[in-house]
């Protein structure tokens, strides 16, 4: 399990999603998200009905840190399709940077360091924080992206539940997939 929320049977229900990782061959890890609706947990236990499970690879998790990313970017920056090429400022000046170790996550901008060490802060578009805006976007199949006040937000169309990620869930997440290449530090 990722994270537990959860110290007492009454706050089973106010658990949205749960996170496990599990090992997928000899390096592969890959993450399993446990949504769970309103009344998952009543007095004779689990109600299955009411949890939807879903798998998160590395393409996957890649596919919603890009959907996130172009979400909140300012609106003058190009799409972004590769967390190799992040639109950064380096020097007042407009770059890209690849993302190796993300260093934090807030709700203005997304701090992280390129292999080499050097530091870089993707900063959200100011418009969309502050006020209650949410933007979308479509992924797949199985998910909607939404970002809402410097929030990544999964809207899961077959339950049709929209769970908040919070940021340092988030984290946990990157951290659990990506050991081998992208290096969480806290």
Same mark, same amino acid.
């Given at each position: 399990m990722i994270s537990w929320e959860a110290s007492k049977k009454e706050d089973l229900n106010k658990i949205s999603v749960i996170g496990f990782s599990y090992f997928e061959g000899a390096n592969w890890k890959n993450i399993l998200l446990m949504v769970c609706?309103? *009344? @998952?947990?009543?007095?004779? *236990? /689990?109600?299955?009905? #009411?949890?939807?499970?879903?798998e998160i690879d590395k393409a996957k998790l890649s596919k919603i840190l890009l959907a996130y990313l172009n979400l909140c970017k300012?609106?003058?920056? %190009?799409? +972004?399709?590769? $967390? =190799?090429n992040i639109p950064v400022m380096i020097n007042k000046t407009k770059s890209t940077a690849p993302i190796y170790l993300i260093k934090s996550i807030t709700n203005t901008e997304i701090e992280f360091q390129n292999k080499g060490g050097q530091n870089f802060k993707f900063k959200y578009n100011e418009n969309l924080l502050g006020? =209650?805006?949410?933007? &979308? +976007?479509?992924?797949?199949?199985?998910? #909607? +992206? =939404?970002?809402? !006040? *410097?929030?990544?937000?999964?809207?899961? %169309? !077959?339950s049709k539940e929209l769970v908040k990620i919070r940021? =340092?869930? $988030?984290? !946990? $997440? +990157? #951290?659990?997939? @990506?050991?081998? %290449? &992208?290096? /969480?530090?806290?």
């Open positions: 609706s309103p *009344g @998952w947990v009543n007095e004779f *236990g /689990v109600d299955f009905t #009411k949890v939807m499970v879903y300012p609106l003058d920056e %190009k799409e +972004i399709i590769s $967390l =190799d006020d =209650d805006t949410h933007t &979308i +976007i479509d992924l797949n199949q199985e998910f #909607k +992206i =939404d970002f809402n !006040e *410097g929030s990544l937000n999964i809207f899961f %169309k !077959e940021r =340092d869930f $988030l984290l !946990e $997440l +990157i #951290k659990n997939v @990506w050991f081998d %290449k &992208i290096p /969480v530090n806290y």
